[in-house]
């Protein structure tokens, strides 16, 4: 259990519940039964209060995890090194693309006039 997690701030969507941020001491594969992590913490970076030690390592049943998102930036170039850091807070969504925001000149008008 001396292992140090490789893929971090991974999301956890779990049912019925909100959202967890957590380090992955491996990818999932279809072969588990359940997802190991630890450094659990909520999307702002608290322990949750369900959780005595955020460094902990924690077991969850697949059978109560809707989805793993795993961020691109999460596994790029991480060699896994080093203690579980904190969570920083989510990053501002990108500016979209201009083309995103072209305005339908009769969707307008016809709005003005209902």
């Known amino acids: 259990m001396d292992h140090p997690p490789v893929i971090r701030n991974v999301v956890l969507h779990l ?3 909100q959202p967890l941020l957590a380090d992955l001491f ?3 594969s279809t072969a ?3 997802l190991r992590c ?3 913490r ?3 970076g608290r322990r949750p209060v369900f959780v005595d030690k ?3 390592e924690f077991f969850f049943p697949y059978l109560h995890v809707r989805f793993v998102e795993i961020p691109p930036t999460s596994v790029a170039g991480d060699t896994g090194g080093g203690e579980p850091v904190a969570a ?3 990053a501002a969504a990108e500016e979209p693309d201009e083309l995103d925001l072209e305005i339908d000149e009769d969707f307008l008008r016809r709005i003005r006039e209902a």
Do not use: Q, R, W
């Open 15 to 17: 049912l019925s519940e």
């Open 26 to 28: 491996e990818m999932p």
């Open 32 to 34: 588990d039964v359940t």
């Open 38 to 40: 630890t450094n659990l």
């Open 42 to 44: 909520t999307m702002d």
């Open 54 to 56: 955020s460094e902990s």
């Open 88 to 90: 920083s807070a989510p």
